[in-house]
């Protein structure tokens, strides 16, 4: 069974009624509102609970071998909780493509072989701030759903629906066919994004962290686009690229809600 590390993974987890089948706390540790909230809702589902040793958390935790700089002993990145979790289940690109088939504006977000699972966690939960329909990433050579992914997304992954597709270029095609228009990010693009057309049904493609979007994913993309830069940093991490281009399709389709 996988894990979950981290309150507020854990309790975006419960709120969601993602399955838990156990909860581990480290012991000694003083509640907060947040672990509060945790332990209520546990109470409440009626899902085991342990106490248990920081050691035992740090061996359990997916990062548990880091090693800590004055003590030099393992340290996990948990926050004193983990919990075990049924596998995620992910959604089908076709789930995505007719939840959204009346929509007149939409962002499905693709990732073209991203393999850093906080890169991975960090873009899905800036894609769920936005309100974005879908994320879409490799089911092979690409960031894994892990604790690590988790904690990043801070859990955007309980509500945002995450296809896992073995070809992505295939993938784009079928959202092509359902009306969207695709949109990849590259440093060599000519358009800036806020000159680029954002509105109405779009497919936002990041590509790798270090070589970008693929030959033919590149060539699948109906335009390109880039963000602009002033400073001597040759690029941005791609999960920070990918934020403020998902805010520019956001001002670009935004309705003040109503009440």
Same mark, same amino acid.
């Given at each position: 069974m996988p894990?979950?590390?981290?309150?507020? $993974?854990i309790e975006e987890a419960l709120l969601a009624h993602q399955p838990i089948q156990r909860i581990w706390c480290a012991s000694g540790m003083k509640p907060d509102a947040t672990l509060s909230v945790i332990m209520q809702m546990a109470q409440d589902a009626g899902i085991p609970w342990e106490v248990t %040793? /920081?050691?035992r958390l740090n061996e359990m935790s997916e990062r548990g071998t880091v090693r800590g700089a004055a003590r030099g002993a393992a340290r996990g990145f948990h926050q004193g909780v983990i919990a075990e979790v049924e596998p995620y289940q992910f959604a089908a690109? %076709?789930?995505i493509i007719a939840a959204t088939r009346t $929509?007149? %504006?939409a962002l499905v977000v693709v990732l073209d /072989?991203?393999?850093?699972?906080g890169n991975f966690g960090a873009v899905a939960r800036s894609a769920e701030a936005v309100g974005a329909a879908g994320l879409v990433v490799a089911s092979r050579r690409a960031a894994a759903l892990t604790p690590a992914a988790h904690k990043a997304a801070a859990g955007a992954f309980s509500y945002l629906p995450t296809a896992q597709v073995v070809n992505i270029t295939r993938a784009l095609a079928e959202l092509k066919d359902a009306g969207y228009w695709v949109a990849g990010a590259s440093e060599h693009a000519s358009d800036l994004a806020w000159d680029s057309p954002l509105r109405g049904k779009i497919v936002l493609v990041m590509g790798a962290e270090d070589t970008g979007l693929s030959r033919?994913? %590149?060539?699948?993309?109906?335009f390109l686009i880039k963000l602009p830069q002033q400073g001597k940093v040759s690029s941005l991490n791609v999960a920070q690229a990918a934020t403020a281009l998902m805010y520019e399709y956001?001002?670009?389709?935004y309705e003040t809600p109503h009440n």
């Amino acid at each position: 069974m996988p894990y979950l590390e981290g309150k507020h $993974a854990i309790e975006e987890a419960l709120l969601a009624h993602q399955p838990i089948q156990r909860i581990w706390c480290a012991s000694g540790m003083k509640p907060d509102a947040t672990l509060s909230v945790i332990m209520q809702m546990a109470q409440d589902a009626g899902i085991p609970w342990e106490v248990t %040793s /920081h050691d035992r958390l740090n061996e359990m935790s997916e990062r548990g071998t880091v090693r800590g700089a004055a003590r030099g002993a393992a340290r996990g990145f948990h926050q004193g909780v983990i919990a075990e979790v049924e596998p995620y289940q992910f959604a089908a690109l %076709s789930d995505i493509i007719a939840a959204t088939r009346t $929509a007149t %504006s939409a962002l499905v977000v693709v990732l073209d /072989h991203i393999t850093d699972p906080g890169n991975f966690g960090a873009v899905a939960r800036s894609a769920e701030a936005v309100g974005a329909a879908g994320l879409v990433v490799a089911s092979r050579r690409a960031a894994a759903l892990t604790p690590a992914a988790h904690k990043a997304a801070a859990g955007a992954f309980s509500y945002l629906p995450t296809a896992q597709v073995v070809n992505i270029t295939r993938a784009l095609a079928e959202l092509k066919d359902a009306g969207y228009w695709v949109a990849g990010a590259s440093e060599h693009a000519s358009d800036l994004a806020w000159d680029s057309p954002l509105r109405g049904k779009i497919v936002l493609v990041m590509g790798a962290e270090d070589t970008g979007l693929s030959r033919l994913v %590149s060539e699948t993309c109906d335009f390109l686009i880039k963000l602009p830069q002033q400073g001597k940093v040759s690029s941005l991490n791609v999960a920070q690229a990918a934020t403020a281009l998902m805010y520019e399709y956001l001002r670009q389709n935004y309705e003040t809600p109503h009440n």
